[in-house]
């Protein structure tokens, strides 16, 4: 069974640097778009960061210039480096990809449990 797990969250002085990864376990057959989303204390998810598997990504307006999605698809993992942070990039964040499990099985959603990223000011 695949899933995914997040590692690199913590806490960090504004203006500080984390980087984070998610990599899919349970060998999946095909790793299609992976992204990563946030979520704030009363706010709702957002996405952060996106990256289809031919490397094109997109980011929301935020974050761009100062975080960077990548993905290593031999490795089946993901990740974003988030440089210049602020007290508003505290989140949870979440991993998720967009996966076919088996060969010949539909793609669907899969989600980390999340890593809490912390920024102080």
């Known amino acids: 069974q695949v899933h995914l797990v997040e590692s690199g969250g913590g806490l960090v002085q504004a203006g500080g640097s984390l980087g984070l990864s998610c990599v899919a376990s349970?060998?999946?057959?095909?790793?299609?778009?992976m992204a990563w989303y946030r979520q704030a204390p009363g706010k709702q998810r957002e996405l952060v960061a996106a990256?289809?598997?031919?490397?094109?990504?997109n980011y929301a307006d935020s974050v761009k210039g100062r975080f960077t999605i990548s993905r290593d698809n031999a490795k089946s993992t993901v990740y974003l480096q988030m440089n210049s942070l602020k007290p508003e990039d505290t989140a949870v964040y979440y991993c998720?990809?967009?996966?076919?499990?088996?060969?010949?099985?539909?793609?669907?959603?899969?989600w980390g449990r999340g890593t809490q990223v912390t920024v102080s000011s």
């Open positions: 990256i289809t598997r031919e490397g094109k990504t």
């Open positions: 998720n990809a967009n996966l076919n499990e088996r060969f010949g099985s539909r793609a669907d959603d899969y």
């Open positions: 349970g060998s999946p057959f095909r790793l299609n778009a």
